[in-house]
């Protein structure tokens, strides 16, 4: 039996632009905002403290926007059998009011920005996951998928008839 990582991811776009953090490690790349999902919160807790803790921003959680997985069992020999199986729910988030994007007081090791990228030169980053096209799309249509939690769910009764 394997184990599915859930990571909680935010989609932050404004003015034509995506926010991302940019790493240094083994030459430059970005990433959107996100990491693994905590135990004992939700998904759309897990995005508000992740997107704080990479870009110091606070933001409101909206519709799931994409869907990602990375099952290293299918891929090419890009990644190893020793990558996590994971799949990434990028959601839709806006900045709180006065909330500025900026590199957190304490970074991860790797982190040396967070900038705004224009949608437009995309193509001249590397994005891990290389989802550039599916950011483009997203910003264009802007059509989302409805995350149903539990708990807003009408209970059901077994009635024995």
């Known amino acids: ?5 859930v990571r909680c991811t935010g989609l932050i776009i404004q003015n034509d632009c995506v926010l991302l953090v940019e790493y240094n490690e083994d030459g430059i790349h970005y990433n959107l905002p996100g990491g693994g999902l905590e135990p004992g919160e939700t998904i759309k807790e897990g995005v508000i403290r992740e997107v704080f803790e990479e870009t110091a921003a606070e933001v409101i959680v909206g519709p799931l926007a994409i869907v990602y997985e990375m099952a290293p069992h ?6 190893s059998d020793q990558e996590p199986h994971a799949v990434s729910l990028i959601f839709e988030c806006t900045l709180t009011e006065h909330s500025v994007p900026q590199l957190p007081a304490h970074p991860d090791p790797h982190q040396s920005a967070v900038k705004w990228i224009p949608l437009r030169e995309l193509d001249n980053i590397v994005l891990f996951p290389n989802i550039k096209d ?10 989302s998928v409805e995350l149903i939690e539990d708990h807003q769910l009408k209970r059901q009764v077994f009635t024995n008839e």
């Open 134 to 143: 599916q950011i483009r799309e997203y910003a264009a249509s802007m059509r």
């Open 74 to 79: 299918n891929q090419s020999g890009e990644y």
């Open 1 to 5: 039996m394997s184990h599915v990582r």
